[in-house]
Nanobody, 121 residues
Framework: QVQVVESGGGLVQPGGSLRLSCAASGISVSTHAMSWYRQVPGKARELVASIVSFKNETAYGDFVKGRFAISKADGEDTVYLQMNRLEPEDTAVYYC??????????????WGPGTQVTVSS
């Protein structure tokens, strides 16, 4: 059974940092495009960052502006999102997505339940 589970969300003051983790089981992170999305009530889910580790490719939403970094843990099926200089506008539920990136995994598309990030003083 495949599971994708986020952790690390919480309350942080403006200007602070958080590191989100996405742990996958039942799949190999290395053969999937691993992405972080976020969503606030009433708005569409938007891409925050993605990584395709076997291609050494990363991508970020325009609003990130160098504040966030996505990475894959060595030897583990875990992806991190390091978020720095957080702003109140970053408040959202953050979701991890695993989408197949090889011929063998192309049909895979898994979502985690999400983790709340609140940026407030």
């Amino acid at each position: 059974q495949v599971q994708v589970v986020e952790s690390g969300g919480g309350l942080v003051q403006p200007g602070g940092s958080l590191r989100l983790s996405c742990a996958a089981s039942g799949i190999s992170v290395s053969t999937h495009a691993m992405s972080w999305y976020r969503q606030v009530p009433g708005k569409a889910r938007e891409l925050v960052a993605s990584i395709v580790s076997f291609k050494n490719e990363t991508a970020y939403g325009d609003f990130v502006k160098g504040r966030f970094a996505i990475s894959k843990a060595d030897g583990e099926d875990t992806v991190y999102l390091q978020m720095n200089r957080l702003e109140p506008e970053d408040t959202a539920v953050y979701y991890c997505n695993a989408r197949g990136a090889t011929i063998a995994t192309i049909r895979n598309n898994y979502w985690g339940p999400g983790t709340q990030v609140t940026v407030s003083s």
